[in-house]
T-cell receptor, first 115, second 111 residues
Framework: KAGVTQTPRYLIKTRGQQVTLSCSPI?????VSWYQQTPGQGLQFLFE???????NKGNFPGRFSGRQFSNSRSEMNVSTLELGDSALYLC??????????????FGEGSRLTVL | DAKTTQPTSMDCAEGRAANLPCNHS???????VYWYRQIHSQGPQYIIH???NNETNEMASLIITEDRKSSTLILPHATLRDTAVYYC????????????FGTGTLLAVQP
């Protein structure tokens, strides 16, 4: 069974640009959560989607957005990039309703560098 | 959300048991204790979770004190591949999307 797949793995952008990251959950998983990981702030929850609906959102500005498609694949977008957006962006999927089951399956992340 | 306190780093000899402590003195009755680990450059990996009883799986054992204010993750026979950052997290069952990961414990397994 394939794991959570995130693309691209690495990317470099400049300030002011926008970026879209993609996440394909484990087959059959319907919940996708996104996290931002930086050395200073650690792992922080961005948002979570289930059945194409955003169920929860963390404390991030509106420049951070996401969506989920009918096949459960999810994308997150960051507009007007700032230097502080440089981070590892992690996607996690879970089997059923958000969080029920106690285990999140993480991808290897997309490392974004903003210059 | 309840917070956890973990040592910043620990060392363990290969083949020995690694005991990773975690304090969660403000845990509420319906909050579970979860453990994840993150090996360098990879996404976090789920290890185990529990409410109040001790739990064991193929990876580790979780010992939760009777008052639930602290817990210990035990890796019975640590290997070099267990070198990672270990996160102790508390959260409501069914709300893992809101887990606060904190900074974790860097476990260095020494040959």
């Amino acid at each position: 069974k394939a794991g959570v797949t995130q693309t691209p793995r690495y990317l470099i952008k400049t300030r002011g640009q926008q970026v879209t990251l993609s996440c394909s959950p484990i087959s059959g998983h319907r919940s996708v959560s996104w996290y931002q990981q930086t050395p200073g702030q650690g792992l922080q929850f961005l948002f979570e989607y289930f059945s194409e609906t955003q169920r929860n959102k963390g404390n991030f500005p509106g420049r951070f957005s996401g969506r989920q498609f009918s096949n459960s694949r999810s994308e997150m977008n960051v507009s007007t990039l700032e230097l502080g957006d440089s981070a590892l962006y992690l996607c996690a999927s879970s089997p059923g309703l958000a969080g029920v089951g106690g285990e999140l399956f993480f991808g290897e992340g997309s490392r974004l560098t903003v210059l | 959300d309840a917070k956890t306190t973990q040592p910043t780093s620990m060392d363990c000899a290969e083949g020995r048991a690694a005991n990773l402590p975690c304090n969660h003195s403000t845990i509420s009755g319906n909050e579970y204790v979860y453990w994840y680990r993150q090996i360098h450059s990879q996404g976090p990996q789920y290890i185990i979770h529990g409410l109040k009883n001790n739990e064991t799986n193929e990876m580790a054992s979780l010992i939760i004190t009777e008052d639930r204010k602290s817990s210990t993750l035990i890796l019975p026979h640590a290997t070099l591949r267990d070198t990672a950052v270990y996160y102790c997290i508390v959260g409501q069952y069914g709300a893992t999307n809101k887990l606060i990961f904190g900074t974790g414990t860097l476990l260095a397994v020494q040959p």
